[in-house]
């Protein structure tokens, strides 16, 4: 999927290509295009391993539809980062092919993702990774900033994944591996997750 696109300053910005506007972020779909990329992701939202707010938009719609616009023309995939509630629906709104995360799925937003074929990753692995004592058994003051601030994101992200299982939103696997203590040999703990 090559870097991904965010806000300056945005969740992943030392990984990403930074776009400040609907310009920018029309240079930055080409740019992972011309570098080979099958997949533009973005991070429509904060998260929880960079500064900021995940339960914050960032992204604005306008910028992830002009995305969205310049993959269809390769005929390439897209993806967002969501975790806040007002990323997953400008990702749905945008139509993007999958919302990775999405730990504030609701009712409503299911519904639109089941009629538009929009796929849900949960990666409840991730969060739960960061938080969980016998995973995350650094205690460094570092560590335990992450550990409040992945604590009720996991919270979230499992009792949203239930709805989202309930309403029949198509799901994809995956685990957001190489987030701090999720390592991508865990695979089964992704799953035995989802049975939980």
Same mark, same amino acid.
């Given at each position: 999927s090559g870097q991904v696109i965010c806000i300056t300053a945005g969740?992943?910005?030392?990984?990403?290509?930074?776009?400040?506007?609907?310009s920018?972020?029309?240079?930055?779909?080409?740019? +992972?295009?011309?570098?080979?990329a099958d997949v533009l992701k973005m991070m429509a939202t904060g998260g929880v391993i960079t500064d900021g707010d995940?339960?914050?938009? +960032?992204?604005?719609?306008? +910028?992830?539809?002009?995305?969205? =616009?310049e993959a269809n023309r390769f005929g390439k995939i897209t993806c967002a980062h969501c975790i806040a509630e007002e990323g997953i629906r400008y990702a749905l709104e945008a139509?993007?092919?999958?919302?990775?995360?999405?730990?504030?799925?609701? =009712?409503?937003?299911?519904?639109?993702?089941?009629?538009?074929?929009?796929?849900?990753?949960?990666?409840?692995?991730?969060?739960?990774s960061e938080w969980h004592p016998d995973i995350n058994k650094d205690y460094s003051?570092?560590?335990?900033?992450?550990?409040?601030?992945?604590?009720? $994101?996991?919270d979230v992200a499992r009792k949203h994944f239930e709805i989202a299982v309930k309403k029949g939103v198509k799901l994809a696997f995956g $685990?957001?591996?190489?987030?701090?203590?999720?390592?991508?040999?865990r695979c089964a703990l992704e799953l035995s997750l989802y049975i939980e």
């Open positions: 969740h992943c910005n030392p990984l990403g290509v930074e776009v400040d506007d609907v920018q972020a029309i240079t930055a779909a080409r740019r +992972q295009i011309r570098k080979g995940p339960y914050k938009g +960032q992204l604005s719609l306008e +910028q992830i539809i002009a995305v969205q =616009e139509g993007l092919d999958s919302i990775e995360h999405g730990n504030w799925v609701n =009712e409503e937003l299911c519904d639109i993702m089941i009629e538009k074929g929009i796929w849900l990753v949960p990666t409840l692995i991730a969060a739960y003051p570092e560590s335990e900033s992450l550990r409040k601030k992945a604590k009720p $994101t996991s $685990t957001d591996a190489g987030t701090p203590f999720n390592e991508p040999t």
